[in-house]
């Protein structure tokens, strides 16, 4: 079950992200569906060595 059932049942409220500096030639989306930038608000970024950690709170939908 991807991550955007969740989010569309409701039961998605925070998510915790690490981004790795690696350079990929093609990959998936890691979102799909409904979830939109502006349902996230950004609460937290934490840098450990070269990982940045960022956290987001989902909003409700509209």
Same mark, same amino acid.
Do not use: W
């Given at each position: ?7 569309? %049942? +409701? ?21 799909? +569906? ?14 450990? +060595?070269?990982? %940045? ?7 409700? %939908?509209?």
């Amino acid at each position: 079950m991807h991550a955007t059932a969740f989010v569309d %049942a +409701g039961l998605l409220d925070e998510m915790f992200i690490g981004v790795v500096p690696v350079m990929l030639v093609s990959g998936k989306p890691l979102f799909t +569906g409904h979830l939109t930038s502006s349902r996230l608000s950004l609460s937290n970024v934490e840098q450990i +060595g070269q990982v %940045a950690y960022l956290t987001y709170h989902v909003l409700p %939908a509209d």
